[in-house]
């Protein structure tokens, strides 16, 4: 497996990672047995860069991965957020980048995942109520501490990137980048390049859209949280799905599937871009895995974006009141 690095103070991760969100939340119902199979798979495939979060669960997905790593753990360079926070019951409680609670929050990750630092400790979500140097001086502590060896921001705008790193760090930025959400190019990715940081790419296949494996809104769980996304709805999937379909025409053409299409396409963006597509099956693992392999020529890389341009998507990535949220 290839090596990336991100950012400038030492952080080596595999070139691609695994989200582990969906295995205990938001995407139905999970298969604990498989989805440990399928971390333990990763990292036998060469994948060791595993992402997860308190709010996961909540709680539970830490957990699971801590279960998953248990007897690899100098194998895994394990990532976790806080700032989201949720009640046990899964209740939302709000956006907290309060310093008590960064202290507070690193603690239970820490106890839940089993190990006794993380490697990549992110804020999920900027606390527009909290000065963001008031949380990262609290993050770098944690470093201080040996409770974390890098730190990283997710969904934040250009302006707070800067004022974070400013005041310790920023290893890395995690926001969403696919084919479908080519935000990040307008000034995020710049941003970063500037600064020295890395980029972690987030739902990098759509949330499932670019697999093709969706035919309508219909074939999700009736708890699964696409439900309620504006490009899922009625009025936008159509649309979308039209693009994926031309999508697999390429793919096709290349011998590969539309999601091994789509995650070499964020992979080739550079070297200091990570995806880490998330998956609970170990078969669907595999087949993400292989697109690292994938070789794009100049021709391929203009049909893709003669497919798939910026904007393409129908429907805002999250539902309005969770958009304020993001590149804040």
């Not at 691609?16 to 604990?32: A, H, I, P, V």
């Not at 960064?102 to 006794?116: K, N, T, Y």
């Not at 800067?162 to 080519?182: D, G, I, K, M, N």
Request: glycine letters at 10%; aromatic letters at 6%.
């Amino acid at each position: 497996m290839e090596q990336r690095t991100l950012g400038s103070q030492g952080l080596v991760v595999s070139a691609m990672g695994l989200g582990c969100m969906g295995m205990s939340d938001f995407y139905g119902e999970g298969d604990q047995e498989e989805s440990l199979s399928t971390i333990r798979r990763a990292l036998d495939l060469g994948v060791t860069f595993l992402d997860t979060a308190d709010m996961y669960g909540p709680f539970t997905n830490e957990e699971l991965v801590g279960r998953g790593i248990a007897d690899r753990r100098d194998e895994v360079v394990v990532a976790t957020k806080f700032g989201n926070e949720r009640r046990p019951d899964g209740t939302w409680v709000g956006i907290n980048g309060r310093p008590e609670y960064v202290r507070q929050a690193i603690d239970g990750s820490l106890r839940r995942l089993g190990v006794d630092h993380v490697d990549l400790y992110y804020q999920h979500r900027v606390d527009t109520e909290v000065a963001i140097e008031e949380t990262w001086g609290a993050m770098g502590e944690l470093v201080e501490a040996g409770k974390a060896r890098y730190l990283g921001i997710s969904e934040a705008a250009p302006a707070t990137i800067r004022r974070a790193h400013a005041t310790h760090p920023v290893s890395a930025v995690q926001t969403e980048y696919s084919l479908f959400t080519r935000d990040p190019e307008e000034e995020v990715l710049g941003t970063v390049r500037e600064l020295g940081i890395g980029f972690v790419a987030y739902s990098p296949l759509g949330r499932g859209l670019l697999t093709g494996a969706i035919a309508s809104p219909d074939d999700l769980a009736p708890d699964d949280f696409r439900r309620g996304a504006p490009r899922f709805s009625a009025d936008n999937f159509a649309a979308n799905r039209a693009v994926v379909e031309r999508v697999r025409s390429l793919a096709a053409a290349k011998g590969v599937t539309p999601a091994q299409l789509a995650l070499a396409w964020v992979l080739v963006q550079g070297h200091d871009i990570v995806p880490i597509p998330g998956t609970k099956r170990r078969r669907y693992l595999e087949e993400n895995v292989a697109a690292v392999a994938i070789e794009l020529t100049e021709e391929d890389l203009a049909s893709i974006e003669a497919v798939a341009p910026p904007g393409v998507a129908a429907g805002s990535r999250y539902p309005e009141a969770q958009m304020e949220r993001v590149n804040v």
